[in-house]
């Protein structure tokens, strides 16, 4: 049982390139959701799934796009990458009755866009 | 809007219990209350939760108050590795995010 397993954990990209952030969970999770943390700052989110082919949108979605096409997996893209994206991104899942479940969080992957 | 208050910043002994409280005022009925940490820059960690009553787990206690309207939670003998950031949240099963405020950052000394 590895939990919540996010690549890379480190990601410098250009101003324009595009990437894919992976998360998987192996916790039979249905929800599943993407934050990102600015230095200094809470955890804000970014987008999120209820289950499979369910995505929605969270605080800050612009920017970026995400897909679920099996519970196990919910990837994240930064479609052209940004300095305003430079941040820790932190995905997350948990039971579909979250209240009495909690999250689990993954160790995070630090972008930086120069 | 976070909708809960901390103290940004507490020290506590090595050894000792360390308490950290926590305002939620406006909490409605369906909402429990949350406890994360965060050590260092690694992903938060879930701690405790709950609803009314309060409640322990092998990490800590948490007690609320009758009237819902603040908690605390309380490592019965803190640790040099309890150092991190704490953040009470609340959430209910409509929330899809939780809304992380600037937490208590917890410093134990040795």
């Known amino acids: 049982n590895a939990g919540v397993t996010q690549t890379p954990k480190f990601q410098v990209l250009k101003t324009g390139q595009s990437m894919t952030l992976q998360c998987a969970q192996d916790?039979?999770?249905?929800?599943m959701s993407w934050y990102r943390q600015d230095p200094g700052m809470g955890l804000r989110l970014i987008h999120y799934?209820?289950?499979?082919?369910?995505?929605d949108q969270g605080e800050v979605p612009n920017g970026y796009n995400v897909s679920r096409s099996t519970t196990e997996d919910f990837p994240l893209r930064l479609l052209s990458a940004a300095p305003s994206q430079t941040s820790v991104y932190f995905c997350?899942?948990?039971?579909?009755?979250?209240?009495?479940?909690?999250?689990?969080f993954g160790s995070g992957t630090r972008l930086t866009v120069v | 809007d976070a909708k809960t208050t901390q103290p940004p910043s507490m020290d506590c002994a090595e050894g000792r219990a360390a308490n950290l409280p926590c305002n939620h005022s406006?909490?409605?009925?369906?909402?429990?209350v949350y406890w994360y940490r965060q050590i260092h820059s690694q992903g938060p960690q879930y701690i405790i939760h709950?609803?009314?009553n309060n409640e322990t787990n092998e990490m800590a206690s948490l007690i609320i108050t009758e009237d819902r309207k603040s908690s605390t939670l309380i490592l019965p003998h803190a640790t040099l590795r309890d150092t991190a950031v704490y953040y009470c949240?609340?959430?209910?099963?409509?929330?899809?995010?939780?809304?992380f405020g600037g937490g208590t950052r917890l410093m134990v000394k040795p």
């Open positions: 997350a899942s948990s039971y579909r009755d979250r209240v009495n479940s909690g999250y689990t």
């Open positions: 709950g609803l009314k």
């Open positions: 916790m039979n999770h249905e929800y």
């Open positions: 949240i609340r959430q209910s099963n409509a929330g899809n995010m939780l809304t």
């Open positions: 406006t909490i409605s009925g369906n909402e429990y």
């Open positions: 799934s209820v289950g499979a082919g369910i995505t």
